[in-house]
């Protein structure tokens, strides 16, 4: 009888453990689950940088600035801006994705044509973006690989 009583009370500490040990298992799984779930939802909810998503102020879609030349050999690039209002300020230049000082458009008036000379290569990627007097850099208007 003693054997029994020890090996049933033996028995009764193991369940005990094991059901401590399944608490804390749980525990520690719940955890990692909230964890796993806030990750995702902080992904999902982080803002995109696009500028397609930002909404722009009608003036940066009235503005219409084109590229209408690159000449690489020459580092000339030469915009032209259409009809439509808006106080234009500076230009932004992207060159293969890298910023070029904004420079100076004010005076590209609608109808107007201007030259910029740049560090142009062949095969380079060029993006122009308009900066309204307000200082509002408005998205690309417009893109030209040299």
Do not use: W, Y
């Given at each position: ?6 090996h049933e009370k033996s028995r009764v500490k193991k369940n005990r453990n094991n059901s401590r ?126």
């Amino acid at each position: 009888m003693k054997k029994s009583k020890k090996h049933e009370k033996s028995r009764v500490k193991k369940n005990r453990n094991n059901s401590r040990n399944f608490i804390i298992i749980g525990i520690v799984v719940g955890i990692i689950i909230i964890i796993s779930i806030a990750i995702f939802l902080q992904k999902d909810s982080s803002p995109d940088t696009k500028t397609d998503d930002i909404i722009q102020p009608p003036q940066c879609l009235s503005i219409n600035l084109k590229i209408s030349e690159i000449n690489p050999n020459t580092n000339m690039l030469k915009i032209s801006r259409g009809i439509g209002k808006g106080d234009l300020s500076k230009i932004k230049i992207l060159v293969n994705g890298n910023p070029i000082d904004n420079l100076l458009a004010s005076d590209i008036k609608e109808g107007a044509t201007k030259i910029f000379i740049i560090n142009i290569n062949p095969g380079d990627n060029v993006e122009i973006a308009p900066i309204l007097k307000d200082g509002t850099i408005c998205a690309i208007s417009d893109t030209k690989i040299a």
